[in-house]
């Protein structure tokens, strides 16, 4: 039997027609996930054609992208500000009953961000093709799954017919010898391979992480570096199921039970890579070399140790553009540079283990003052255990503001937006110019850097704080 | 297979140049556009926060303001065209603007394949090919499908890759979920087969 990748295991236990030099394969997608950005154009393909959804029991909807994170306009019967997301949320909500889709609606205690909850309610499993009309689905490769943003039409695609037309993409192995150190996190991490392999360094592959670095992290961790995978512009990223894993899944509501579940765990049990394997390209990374990071650009490569400086690239226009934008100069100091807006939150960092860091920060203290503080749990489910563990009350009492679920401040469609020309430390995934509110500039870190810098209004190293 | 757009066999127009890389999908349409249900309408939002400023008013410097822009049907920019965001939006906007090519060395994968999907081309070409473009903006040159290959002014052709089965769905056009659809009876199966 031949050597094969994780990806190559997993690709092939979905071919339903082989590719040719003709034609794509036809592969089968075990799991959509569906939210109400980038699906109203679908459905209505669907309806112009006289379809129908093909698996409902496959597909998972919720609202995330453009929904109110302010309590009264979710629960309190204010009506939504925006009112083409209310618009938006109602078009979903009539496709749900159209099509006969359960949707986990706007005041489900399910609901969540989509790459949040699906690890959540146990439907995102090791093995399984996963995609949504988003490109952070590649999350859901932290679980061993193969996992990967669409587009709207390729959302009409699987609703139809749970297949995609694919051809198979290359594979990057990115091997992480030794460990992370005391106070540097799986975001530092990931934004540290990013840096180094640039934001298209991973164009047509499906990245593989592993290496003892990676089999060291938590579940959540292993997500926010399978998250950011598409900042590499990688299709996925995936990490080999263990232990870990199978803890995590234990018990959820949509994994398997019983002897069910004995037979699911010796079957991700082989969903690894063979020894032999050949990857078409290999990244060696050295943990311990790692260091708290953060973005001064306008794109996730262009990142640096805060402790550092903004780099120079003499002649390159690109590079003196993205500096100009965010204000700014070759050489500066990024640490203690004033920040008036911090943001935690997102699919990439939202979840219990990012809030327990950054309240782990903020315990006993206050934010500086003219510091916005938004922290954004990644769901519901979240937001009650952080109420529960009193980390909500850590921030509230620091003076932050404590929201409903949602996407929120990412990428500010539903109107929690960064003034223009302010500073907003965040624990998103993106620092594109406008990602956050026209002309606002977004440095990318870690929830502990997060919440260093909203006590001492200056980008800080949390170490200091963590010590 | 069914219809679907009209059929993409050459494209004949100036070119507008845009040197940057890695032109992100949320600057080709900012996030807040994104609340519309439907897919019309969105050229107006398209490089919204690099076209206007916070008044509203076109910017003289942005390169779609300028006269020599308007009619152009392709867009030369830089590396890595198309990262980010999913969002099939941004083809969306740049056909509805006009646009119905877009070359460069290296173009995100997503948007490449939303692209493909509308009927706006993705030609991904050599460094050699892409510098005459960037050096030589507005000048007039034809990407023929059928031979899958530029025409340049001074009469070179270089050839550029397109995905056979994407050439076949753009050069008819058909999409592939007619395909997928006569595929039902395999799907079928393999539903049968995997449960």
Redesign the interface.
């Known amino acids: 039997m031949t050597a094969k990748t994780l990806f190559e295991k997993v690709w092939e ?1 979905h071919v ?2 082989p590719e040719t ?4 394969a ?1 592969i ?1 997608i075990d799991l959509h996930l569906t939210h109400e ?2 699906s ?2 679908a459905f ?2 669907l309806r112009s ?1 006289g ?1 129908r959804v ?1 698996r409902p029991d496959r597909t998972l909807v919720t609202m995330d ?2 929904t109110p994170t302010d309590t009264a306009q979710v629960f309190g019967g204010v009506p939504i500000a ?1 009112e ?2 209310a ?2 949320i109602r ?1 979903l909500e009539h496709n749900c009953t159209e099509f006969g889709l359960d949707l986990i609606g706007l005041q489900d205690d399910r609901r969540g961000i989509v790459h949040i909850i699906g690890p959540e309610l146990g439907a995102t499993q090791p093995g399984r093709t996963i995609v949504c ?3 952070h689905t590649s999350t859901h490769g932290a679980f061993g799954a193969l996992a990967f ?6 959302v ?2 699987v609703l ?6 694919q ?1 198979r993409p290359r594979t990057l192995a990115i091997e992480i010898s030794n460990r992370l150190a005391s106070g540097v996190s799986a975001k530092d991490l990931v934004l540290s391979i990013i840096g180094r392999i640039g ?2 360094g991973g ?2 592959h499906v990245i593989e992480y592993r290496g003892p670095a990676i089999e060291a992290l938590s579940m959540d961790e292993r997500m926010t570096v399978c998250n950011m995978s ?2 590499a ?1 990688a ?1 996925a990223g995936m990490v080999a199921p263990d232990a870990t894993t199978f803890a995590y899944l234990k018990g959820r509501p949509r994994a398997p039970r019983g002897e069910a579940w004995e037979r699911a765990v010796t079957d991700w049990t082989g969903l690894h890579t063979d020894s032999a394997a050949v990857f078409d390209r290999v990244v060696s990374l050295d943990a311990a070399d790692v260091e708290p990071m953060i973005s001064y650009g306008t ?1 996730p490569g262009m990142v640096a140790p805060i402790s550092g400086n903004v780099p120079d690239r003499p002649g390159d226009p ?1 590079f003196a ?1 993205a500096l100009e934008y965010m204000g700014l100069a070759p050489g500066a100091v990024l640490r203690d540079r004033p920040v008036q807006v911090v943001f935690v939150g997102s699919c990439t960092n939202a979840r219990l283990s990012d809030l327990e860091l950054a309240a782990k920060v903020l315990a006993g203290r206050r934010i500086a003052p003219g510091v916005r503080m938004l922290v954004v749990p990644g769901s519901q489910q979240i937001k009650r255990e952080a109420e529960a563990r009193g980390f909500a009350k850590v921030f509230t009492d620091a003076g932050a503001e404590w929201r409903e679920s949602g996407c929120s401040m990412c ?3 539903n109107g929690d937006l960064v003034p ?1 020309g302010q500073y907003c430390v965040s624990t998103s995934n ?1 620092n ?4 956050q509110g ?2 606002a500039r977004t440095l990318l870190a870690s929830p502990a850097t997060a919440a260093a810098t909203a006590v001492r209004g200056r980008v800080t190293d949390p170490r200091e704080f963590l010590q | 297979m ?1 219809a679907r757009t009209n059929p993409v066999t050459a494209i004949r127009s100036r070119t507008v140049v845009m ?4 032109i ?1 999908t ?2 080709i349409i ?3 556009f ?6 019309d309408g969105l050229g107006a939002a398209l490089f919204a ?1 690099w076209r206007y400023d ?1 008044a509203g008013l076109p910017r003289p410097d942005f390169v779609l303001n300028r006269a020599e822009a308007r009619g152009c049907q392709i867009l030369v920019a ?3 065209i198309g ?6 939006h941004a083809p969306w906007a740049l056909l509805d603007y006009g646009f119905r090519a877009v070359v460069s060395t ?1 173009i ?3 948007f490449r ?2 692209s493909l ?2 009927g706006l081309l993705p030609v991904v070409v050599d460094e050699a090919t892409h510098g005459w473009l960037l050096a030589n903006p507005g000048a007039e040159i034809t990407i023929d499908l059928e031979t899958t290959t530029l025409r340049l002014p001074d009469g070179r052709t270089p050839r550029f890759p397109v ?3 994407a050439r ?1 769905c753009l050069m008819n056009g058909v ?3 007619g ?3 006569a ?2 009876e ?2 079928t199966a ?2 049968r087969s ?1 449960s």
Do not use: W
Not at chain 1, 432 to 435: D, K, L
């Open positions: 236990r339903v027609v030099p003709d034609t794509p036809v089968y950005v980038t109203p154009q209505d393909v054609r379809l093909r992208h453009s925006l083409s997301a618009k938006q078009q009309g988003d490109s943003g669409i587009g709207t039409t390729e009409g695609y139809a017919t749970q297949c995609l037309l051809r934001v298209n164009t047509g598409i900042e512009g299709r794109n690109v553009r990428l500010g469609m223009a993106r594109f110019e406008g990602r026209s002309g | 069914s040197p940057s890389g890695n992100d949320d600057q900012p996030a807040r994104l609340t519309t249900t439907t897919r926060d916070a830089g590396p890595n990262c980010g965001s999913s969002r099939e290296e995100a994968d997503i394949s939303n999907k509308n995905e056979a089965f076949y999409d592939e979920l395909y997928l659809l595929h039902g395999a799907i393999f539903e995997s």
